[in-house]
C-alpha cells in the first residue's frame, strides 16, 4: 500500500486546522455564550469542505487505500474527546465543548460514533456502484445535501424556524425537535445540487430526479434518528438516485 507524501501533508493541516476551529468554537461557547447549535455546525462544515479547499493546493491520488485511511482518521479523532481523555486534558475540554449540546448528553459521541460509522457503511457500496458505472460525480448530490443541506437546517431552524415537529432518537425516549424551515434547508440544497449535474442525466431521468429525490431525501432527514440525518440521507438519495439512473 503506497500512500503518497502528499496525501499525509494534507492530512496533517487538515486536521491541525480542524483542532484548531474546534477549540476557537469551544471558546466561543465558554466565555463568549455562543449557541452550541451554531459552533456544532461550523464544526460540520470544517469537516465536509476543508479537504476539498485543501485539495486545491495539495493534490493527491483518490484510492480505495486512501478512503478507508480516513475512516480511520476520522474515529481517531472523534476518540480524543472520550471522558478519560477529555477530563484530563483542557484542550480537549474545550474542544469538546463547542459540539456537545446539553440536549444530547450523555449520548454525544456516542451519536457521533455510530452515525458516522453507519454512514460510511452506506457510502461503500455507493461508491462502488457509481464508479462502476462511470458515474461517480452523481453522488456528490446527495453529499451536497448532507454537507450543504443538513448543515444549514439546524442554523436556519434555529433563527427563522417558528413551525415545529418532532423527531426520536437512538438509545433513548426523548422527543426532539426539528423545523420545517430546517427542513427547507435539505430540499432547496438537493434540488440545485440536481440542477448542477444536471448533464449526467437523460431527459427523463432529470425529470423523475427533480420531482423525488428532493423531496425523498427531505423526508429521510425529517424522519431519521435525532442526529442521525446522515446515513438516512445518503442511503435514501444513493437508492433513489440509482433507480433513477438504472430503470429510465
Keep these: 500500500m503506497n500512500i503518497p507524501a502528499e496525501y499525509w501533508l494534507h492530512h496533517a493541516i487538515f486536521y491541525a486546522a480542524l483542532f484548531l476551529i474546534h477549540y476557537i468554537c469551544g471558546l466561543l461557547v465558554i466565555h463568549r455564550k455562543f449557541k452550541v447549535n451554531y459552533t456544532r455546525k461550523i464544526n460540520h462544515f470544517a469537516f465536509f469542505f476543508l479537504p476539498t479547499l485543501l485539495s486545491l493546493v495539495i493534490e493527491y491520488p483518490y484510492s480505495a487505500a486512501t478512503f478507508f485511511i480516513d475512516l480511520a482518521c476520522a474515529i481517531i479523532f472523534l476518540t480524543f474527546f472520550i471522558a478519560p481523555l477529555r477530563n484530563r486534558i483542557k484542550v480537549l475540554s474545550v474542544m469538546f465543548c463547542s459540539f456537545d449540546r446539553p440536549e444530547d448528553r450523555p449520548l454525544t459521541l456516542t451519536w457521533l460514533y455510530t452515525q458516522f460509522i453507519a454512514s460510511y457503511l452506506v457510502l461503500i457500496p455507493l461508491l462502488a456502484y457509481f464508479e462502476s458505472h462511470a458515474l461517480l460525480p452523481v453522488i456528490m448530490i446527495i453529499i451536497i445535501a448532507n454537507g450543504i443541506g443538513d448543515g444549514l ?20 425516549q426523548e422527543k426532539y425537535v426539528r423545523s420545517y424551515a430546517g427542513s427547507a ?8 445540487a440536481i440542477l448542477a449535474f444536471h448533464s449526467y442525466f437523460n431527459t427523463n431521468q432529470f425529470i423523475a430526479a427533480v420531482l423525488t429525490v428532493p423531496v425523498l431525501i427531505t423526508l429521510a432527514e425529517a424522519f431519521s434518528p435525532h442526529t442521525w440525518d446522515s446515513p438516512l440521507i445518503y442511503a435514501v438519495g444513493g437508492a433513489s438516485l440509482i433507480g433513477i439512473l438504472h430503470f429510465l
Design 153 to 172: 437546517a439546524e442554523p436556519v431552524g434555529i433563527k427563522f424556524g417558528k413551525r415545529k415537529y418532532t423527531t426520536y432518537a437512538l438509545f433513548t
Design 185 to 192: 434547508c435539505v430540499f432547496i440544497t438537493t434540488l440545485i
